[in-house]
């Protein structure tokens, strides 16, 4: 039977009061995209920041409601939830039930990042041209953000790839700050890491995390964490995925969990955001390199001692 599906557009502050009343009158799920996803200009951001929601400037937001909701009761409630919200924007469809997330999963292909890195959607089988040392990540992101398929994700697939071939992730303990799916914790670990450690904000990520990983029988090297529980210390080998915002706000813990020597990658950054962020670590870290991908870069370099 059809779920009933309630469509809005809305600004991104506007965003926890809609959020507050569909969950009030009974959302069985909210799912938030950017709303110019379909004028070919979508700003997905494909890695949550640490200690913040990801989001855009105009947010598409869908829920689902039981087969048998009435549209027009469902509204009346909403209205009089946040009478000071604009519900005259409201549309409803109905969706077929299906496994969401299965059908998702179907529309990805194996990708290879680098010379051995290869992100395979669980349900796929390895392509032939994938050598025999071929580090695998079998993927399944869930509801939580990180595929590969996005360019900040890429640049760092590509730089942990780098780091094997170079030798530096061999028994090294690696900190993936702002997990999302654990793709990249997961692919240092393919790649040679003794151990992976994730820190996300999002419950759902940490969840995600920790299933890709008992997918990839790493669980036992791998840990995920909130950020008020994560292990103190430093690791010789941190990436952060997230936003340059968060970035910005967050170089000092960001820099602090990096160990002398040790390397460091950046993304989530817009081309154009780089400058400020160059001459904020700056301050700690040598040999600052930028590498971009289409309209999104990745800073890299090392600790100072």
């Not at 990540?137 to 730089?159: E, I, K, Q």
């Not at 170079?166 to 240092?188: K, N, Q, R, Y």
């Amino acid at each position: 039977m059809p779920y009933l599906e309630l469509t809005l557009r809305c600004q991104e502050s506007e965003l926890p009061r809609y959020e507050h009343a569909l969950d009030d009158v009974g959302a069985l799920a909210v799912v938030m995209l950017d709303a110019d996803a379909d004028t070919g200009n979508e700003r997905a951001i494909l890695e949550p920041g640490v200690g913040e929601t990801p989001l855009w400037a105009e947010v598409a937001l869908s829920a689902l409601f039981e087969p048998d909701a009435d549209p027009l009761l469902l509204l009346a409630a909403l209205e009089s939830f946040d009478p000071g919200l604009d519900w005259t924007r409201v549309s409803f469809g109905t969706v077929e039930d299906q496994d969401w997330e299965r059908a998702w999963m179907d529309q990805y292909v194996p990708l290879r990042f680098g010379q051995r890195t290869w992100v395979v959607p669980w349900n796929q089988e390895l392509p032939d041209e994938a050598g025999s040392d071929a580090a695998v990540v079998r993927l399944d992101p869930g509801l939580a953000f990180g595929s590969g398929t996005h360019p900040t994700t890429a640049l760092c697939l590509r730089w942990l790839d780098g780091l094997a071939a170079e030798g530096v992730l061999t028994g090294a303990h690696v900190l993936d700050f702002g997990c999302g799916s654990g793709i990249l914790a997961l692919a240092a670990l393919k790649l040679g890491a003794a151990h992976a450690t994730g820190i996300d904000n999002d419950p759902q990520a940490l969840l995600a995390t920790a299933d890709n990983a008992a997918r990839n029988d790493v669980d036992d090297r791998l840990s995920v964490h909130a950020p008020d529980d994560a292990p103190k210390g430093s690791w010789p080998v941190v990436v952060a995925n997230i936003l340059a915002s968060a970035l910005d706000e967050l170089a000092d813990t960001i820099a602090a969990r990096v160990a002398p020597g040790g390397r460091l990658a950046l993304s989530g950054i817009l081309d154009g955001q780089q400058a400020p962020l160059l001459a904020r670590y700056g301050a700690w870290f040598d040999d600052l390199q930028v590498t971009v991908d289409g309209d999104w870069v990745r800073i890299d370099g090392v600790r100072r001692g």
